[in-house]
Structure formats: C-alpha cells, structure tokens
C-alpha cells in the first residue's frame, strides 16, 4: 500500500503542469497587465544587477545626447556683462533649434492647428525625457556629487547614470542664501556648501532653535529609491541617502531631476528640473503640478512618496522616514519660510522698475511684460505669480509621439512660480527643457500667440534679467 501511494505521488509530481483537453491546445498564458507597483522581491543578484546597467550605460547615455544635439545649441556663449549674484555668467541667446526652412516669425504667423499638422513644433519645445526615462530616478549634477563626496564622504554617483546638461546651462554652485529675517547680512552662507557638517557653525546665532532644528533635517540623508541600504539601488555601496538641500542646495537649485511620482504608466511620468525654494513664503501651492496647499504637506509628501516614487511598500522596505508632523515637519517648514529672493535694485516697492535706474530697454520690457506679452495675466508684481495652476494646451502644436521611452503629450496643469530672481534659476519650465530666457519668451510667444517682434522680444528678455 505504502509502495503504491508513493508511485502516485510520483506520478503527479511528473505530470505535466497545463493539461490539454477536448477543446484542443492549451491557450498560452496571458500576457502580463499594466501594474502601478514595482516589484518587491528583488531576485537578481546585485553584482548581476549592477553589472548588466553599466554595461548598457554608455548607449542610454549616448541616446540622450543625441537627443539634446537635435534639440539645442548647447555651447558655452555667456551675455555680455549679466551675471549671477556670486558671478557666474548668464547665457544668452534661442537654443532651441528651429525645424529646417522656417523661421521664429514665420512659425508664430501660423495656426496651432498647420503647426500640428506640418509638424513644425520645434523639438526643443516638447516635454523632455529623463535622462533614462524608463528607469528615473533622482539624479545630481557632478559638482554636487563632488562637494557631497569630499565635504561628507557621502556618494551620490549612479553607476547606471550621469546628468545630461552641461554645468554652464546651470545656476551657480554652491548658491548663495538669503533670508526675509537677515536682509542686511545678503549671503547668508558666507560662499559655502551647507551640508550637515557646517550647518550649525554657520547658523547658531542667526536662528532660533527650532528653525536650526528645521535646517539640521533638510541637510539630513534619508534613504530614496536610488540611494539606500537595500540590493534594490542605484549605488555601488550601500547609501544612507539623501537629503532635501541635495536636489535644493543652498535652498535654491542645482538642476538636480527626477521623475514625479504621481503618473502613472512610467512613460508618461514628467520629469522635474528642481525649483528654487526661495521666496516660498509668498507661495500658496506646491509641487509644479501637484497642487499641495501646505509647505508642510509637502515636505511629508516628499519623504512619504516622491523619495519613493510613489509607492508605500517600497519606501517601507527601503527605511522610509516618517516625519512627525507636529515637530519635525513644523521645524522644516518655519526654516523653509525664511529663505528670501534675491536683491533687485532696480524694482521699488511694488516690485516694478524705479523709472530712475531701470534702462529704456529694460522699461520698454517693463510695458511688453504688462501688455501685448500677456505675461501679467499669470505673473502679477511684486514677485511675479498668481498662485494659481494654469494649462498651457501645449497638445495643440504637435502630435503625440514617444521619444526616448516617454511618451510625449499635453504638460497638463502647472503651477505659476514666481518670477523674481529667474536669471538665477536656469533652465526654465517644470521640466528644465528651455535652457535661456531667450528660449522662454519664443516659447510662450508661440505657445499664448502673442506675435511680438524680435525687438519686443528682446527687450522682454532684458526686464526679466531685472527681477
């Protein structure tokens, strides 16, 4: 009996695991639905895993710069005399490289509608992908890689990725500081890199407590998506992560990106050019389009879900920090409030040019701003923003199509970010695809179809470099 129970366990363990039956051959298995989470158990070796990105980084690499030589003129050709608060030069000039056989007047004369059709939206104007857009993930210029790695021995290299625009097209590093409590002090981080290592030198006696408790966090790492602990990362060794001042260093930017966390399938996620944080005591929205009512709210958002892509069960894996709202994520935000524009002498009290130090050009930008540009329609003085989302209806000039795995369709909803300091937070749009100020006006000339001229735009050029 016992022999014979076991030659039909047998038997069962080698039967075959799909059975045919009187309806013919069996269907082959259904192909695998669409999902919103990532995989949780991670089966491939971390060497292997490591190893196969590295070896397919240099085409992914080679991929997005081609890309961005389609797209733009990226040479290094600074203005003239316009420089950044700690004096790096300002570049100058339309970078985005118009379709053959038409010129910015030709194209602003046309119809949305010929435009889509003949497909002469330029290139540059298009959302523009992740450097791998199929993998995302947060991703830092090298010099804030660098100043990271010799101030706090703290690697924030990818050995799947590099950034893709060039440091010239970028704000200066390391950014200066400034704060609505200490406007006679100007730079308020004496030309230094804040990191968790000097933060407290600097700052003890200009904050109070709770505000150097609320800095001491922002300057602290946690683990993110790329930057942890666990096989699942994009770090040779394991990371303790990063901070919030990595993307916004000196409370202001580095051009840092990422993906948002909020879209789902991956290829129509956007990416995001880091904001500034200045000046976000003035702000009543956050996030570029996720329209977050609170500072706080998003500081929570931040570490729940954007660190993690949006995904819960990731972030719990991967050492997620839950911020205690009532303390720490209050500390952070009374920080966050402090952090001011920067000076600029020639706008008065209402945040307009004083008629006495303001240039006729930079004046006559002034009028083009408030009038034909229908700039003031969302960015009102004093800094320059209605607090309010806006859909730019971008879809109307071109098709949609899929460019280095994301697919490109309408931006959607954005939020007006103010406009004061803009010289010092190159490239512009949520998504950084706009490298000059230049670029932004032809942009918004086409896309509002204002129809100004080369020496209207010009001068709308010269009022925003003023603010």
Known sequence: MKASWIACAVTLALAPTVVWTQEGKPKPPPAQSPTSYMKVDITEPFQVTMERMKAARPAIERRQQELLAQRYDLANRPAKGVTMYRGKPVQEGVRVKLPKGVTWQQLAAMSPDDIKQRDLFPAGFLPLPHPNHPEGGMLFPQFHIDAILKQEQRDLNRFDLAFDLPDHVLPEFPAPMFLTTHPEMGDVTQGKLLTIDNFHE???????????????????????????????????????????????????????THLVGDIRPQELRHRIETPTLRGLNVQRLFGSQRALKTVEDFTEFEQRAAYFDGDPVIATKKGVNVLERGSQVHFMAEFQALMDFPPAPKLNVYGKLDAAKASPQELRGQEIFNGKGQCVTCHAAPYYTDNLMHDLKTERFYKVKMVNGMKVVGDGKIKTFPLRGIKESPPYLHDGRLITL??????????????????????????????
């Open 202 to 256: 600097i700052f003890n006696g200009l904050l109070n407590p709770k505000q150097i408790e609320g800095l001491r966090l922002l300057l602290t790492p946690f683990p993110q998506q790329q930057f942890n602990q666990t096989e699942d990362r994009r770090s040779v060794r394991p990371s303790r992560g990063v901070a919030c001042l990595d993307c916004h260093s000196n409370g202001h930017t580095n051009g840092s």
């Open 438 to 467: 230049e670029d932004t006006v032809e942009f918004f000339n086409l896309v509002l179809e204002t129809k100004l001229s080369d020496n209207e735009k010009a001068d709308l050029v010269a009022f925003l470099r003023t603010l």
